[in-house]
Antibody, heavy 118, light 113 residues
Framework: EVQLVESGGGLVKPGGSLRLSCVAS????????MTWVRQAPGKGLEWVGR??????????DYAAPVKGRFTISRDDSKNMVYLQMNSLKTEDTAFYYC?????????WGQGTLVIVSS | DIVMTQSPDSLAVSLGERATINCKSS????????????LAWYQQRPGQPPKLLIF???TRVSGVPDRFSASGSRTDFTLTISSLQAEDVAVYYC?????????FGQGTELEIK
């Protein structure tokens, strides 16, 4: 069974930092483009960013609202992908989902909640 | 950026009846290199993460009931549930994966009438 499990969410003050992690199992991780998508409570889905495979240079791409503040990285030896979030703003409050970009985005983790509040 | 617009925002359908959700992209998502439409549909039940239902605009994911079907090309797409079941209550999203940023529609909330 393919599974993604996120961790690392929590409460952080504006301007603070947080690192989210996602571990994959049952997936050929080295061949997967890994993506983060977020969803503010009661709102729609917003693509955050993506990292390609190491063989493709682990190239990253980000949505405009997070570019320059968020960084995605991967560790294929651990089947892990990370989302480093710096200079957090209240509008970054959301559930953050890890997903694999294959034919569409599939599977998805259960998500981890990040709350940015003073 | 490609803007995805769904209609309607919400929809109430009786059990056993047909539900239709539309999705329009601000530019074509048909890739000339492989003639595929880079358009996906997702179902998000309350309290759950999204689930991929359809990719390439009309290909059902293995295990998705055949009452779900989808069609369309270039900029206009449709998701149809032929006979609504109680477990289909959810928010449905279309998404383009043609070009970054990979944008989603705003979602259509489907409920039972």
């Amino acid at each position: 069974e393919v599974q993604l499990v996120e961790s690392g969410g929590g409460l952080v003050k504006p301007g603070g930092s947080l690192r989210l992690s996602c571990v994959a199992s049952g997936l050929t991780f080295t061949k997967a483009w890994m993506t983060w998508v977020r969803q503010a409570p009661g709102k729609g889905l917003e693509w955050v960013g993506r990292i390609k495979t190491n063989s493709e240079g682990a190239t990253t791409d980000y949505a405009a609202p997070v570019k320059g503040r968020f960084t995605i990285s991967r560790d294929d030896s651990k089947n892990m992908v990370y989302l480093q979030m710096n200079s957090l703003k209240t509008e970054d409050t959301a559930f953050y989902y890890c997903t694999a970009q294959q034919l569409g985005f599939d599977p998805w983790g259960q998500g981890t909640l990040v709350i940015v509040s003073s | 950026d490609i803007v995805m617009t769904q209609s309607p925002d919400s929809l109430a359908v009786s059990l056993g009846e047909r539900a239709t959700i539309n999705c329009k992209s601000s530019q074509s998502v048909l890739h000339s290199s492989d003639s595929n439409n880079y358009l996906a549909w997702y179902q998000q039940r309350p309290g759950q993460p999204p689930k991929l239902l359809i990719f390439w605009a009309s290909t059902r994911v293995s295990g998705v009931p055949d009452r779900f079907s989808a069609s369309g090309s270039r900029t206009d797409f449709t998701l149809t549930i032929s006979s609504l079941q109680a477990e289909d209550v959810a928010v449905y999203y279309c998404q383009q994966y043609y070009s970054s940023p990979y944008t989603f529609g705003q979602g259509t909330e489907l409920e039972i009438k």
